[in-house]
């Protein structure tokens, strides 16, 4: 049975860092590619990083490019955001987010994730 656990938001203070975790069950995360999605109040879901199946090339939105690291560790299962230097606007509810793959893809795309965590809030605010 395919299930995903997310942990590790809260609230901090601008500046501050939070690492996200999401524990896998179900599926071996070597045969996927892992994204990271956010969702703030009266907005989309925004893509802000992914990693790729194969070689592991990373990606990450421009407004999080420097601050925030995506990581796998596939003999443990678990998927990683580490987040530095959070700002107000950061804020919202991320997810995680998995899809089977065969090539080295790293879409941004909501849509082309199937299975998801089911979110953990960051708040940022003093």
């Known amino acids: 049975q395919v299930h995903v656990v997310e942990s590790g938001g809260g609230l901090v203070q601008p500046g501050g860092s939070l690492r996200l975790s999401c524990a896998a069950s179900?599926?071996?995360?070597?045969?996927?590619?892992i994204g990271w999605f956010r969702q703030a109040p009266g907005k989309e879901r925004e893509g802000i990083s992914c990693?790729?199946?194969?070689?592991?090339?990373?990606y990450y939105a421009d407004s999080v490019k420097g601050r925030f690291t995506i990581s796998r560790d596939n003999a443990k299962n678990m998927v990683y955001l580490q987040m530095n230097s959070l700002k107000p606007e950061d804020t919202a509810v991320y997810y995680c987010?998995?899809?089977?793959?065969?090539?080295?893809?790293?879409?941004?795309?909501?849509?082309?994730?199937?299975?998801w965590g089911q979110g953990t809030q960051v708040t940022v605010s003093s």
């Open positions: 990693i790729s199946r194969i070689d592991g090339s990373t």
């Open positions: 987010a998995f899809a089977h793959s065969y090539d080295d893809s790293c879409p941004r795309i909501p849509r082309m994730y199937n299975v």
């Open positions: 179900g599926f071996t995360l070597s045969y996927v590619r």
